[in-house]
Nanobody, 124 residues
Framework: QVQLVESGGGLVQAGGSLRLSCAAS????????MGWFRQAPGKERDAVAT????????YYADSVKGRFTISRDNAKNTVYLQMNSLKPEDTAVYYC?????????????????WGQGTQVTVSS
């Protein structure tokens, strides 16, 4: 069973940076992608970024392109989300997720495993 544990959230001022980490245990050879999603209060959970586990291809939501960078360390079974130039609208709970299927990277229902989330708060 795959388990995902996020860390690195916190409170930061607008314009600042944070790096989130997602440590995966039980990761399977069949894992295709791992990604980050976020959910702000009263809003739906949205895709932020995804990376293919083996090839390293990346995908980003338009709202974070140029500011966020997703990366992975296969040896450590860890995925990172470097967030720069943070804005108050980036405030949300950030979730790590993993999938085995090839499909639409941003579709939440195509992800098989989810972490518990880490809070990111950006003050203005």
């Amino acid at each position: 069973q795959v388990q995902l544990v996020e860390s690195g959230g916190g409170l930061v001022q607008a314009g600042g940076s944070l790096r989130l980490s997602c440590a995966a245990s039980g990761i399977a050879f069949s894992t295709n992608k791992m990604g980050w999603f976020r959910q702000a209060p009263g809003k739906e959970r949205d895709a932020v970024a995804t990376i293919t586990w083996r090839g390293g291809s990346t995908y980003y939501a338009d709202s974070v392109k140029g500011r966020f960078t997703i990366s992975r360390d296969n040896a450590k079974n860890t995925v990172y989300l470097q967030m720069n130039s943070l804005k108050p609208e980036d405030t949300a709970v950030y979730y790590c997720a993993a999938r085995t299927r090839i499909g639409v990277w941003s579709r939440l229902d195509e992800y098989d495993y989810w972490g518990q989330g880490t809070q990111v708060t950006v003050s203005s």
